[in-house]
């Protein structure tokens, strides 16, 4: 093991790898697909992603992100989508409604964040973001993803057990998930 994270002793089964469609809770057509392999710093998907978090709820923030402030939120995205890490973005029609990334710590072992607009969630995006997420990252070698979480955020607690994450240490006010997945 990379670290001296807890990651739980089974490997969890296949996610689904992007692009996927699905219709949302709320009958929206939503999409999934990955960024490395559509977009980049200057496109009109750069663009969309900047818009969704400026117009993101700041109390929907954890842990500091994401910033507030157009240019913040433009240093911050670029810093974080130049990484060897993955991302990949829910599209309904033109826009960005969520973002899920799997930060790396080394070549192996990743940190996941995900952030869905707030006029979309509760409708089961964050599932199917996280799922392929967790796909593309098994996809290009991915093994370890562990994730940080506030105790008290029971719809996030219960997302991620949903998609197999396991609670590796809960000394603090936040919680550590992690979750193998080779």
């Known amino acids: 093991m990379p670290d001296e994270r807890v990651y739980p002793e089974d490997v969890a ?23 490395r392999e559509h977009h980049d710093a200057d496109s009109e998907a750069f663009e969309a992603l900047v818009e969704m978090y400026v117009d993101f709820d700041p109390a929907d923030r954890a842990q500091g992100v994401p910033p507030v402030g157009e240019t913040r939120v433009r240093d911050w995205l670029e810093n974080l989508l130049e990484q060897d890490g993955f991302d990949v973005l829910a599209w309904h029609g033109e826009d960005v409604v969520g973002h899920g990334t799997l930060v790396p710590d080394d070549e192996t072992t990743f940190e996941l964040a995900i952030f869905v607009h707030q006029d979309y969630q509760g409708a089961g995006i964050g599932t199917e973001l996280i799922e392929a997420l967790l796909g593309y990252g098994q996809e290009h070698g991915a093994e370890y993803v562990w994730l940080t979480v506030e105790r008290w955020n029971r719809p996030a607690v219960a997302l991620y057990e949903k998609v197999g994450f396991e609670t590796a240490s809960a000394e603090s006010f936040e919680m550590e998930m992690a979750i193998r997945l080779s």
């Open 13 to 35: 089964g296949e996610f689904p790898r992007p692009p996927t469609e699905f219709t949302d809770r709320e009958d929206r057509e939503i999409e999934v697909r990955a960024w």
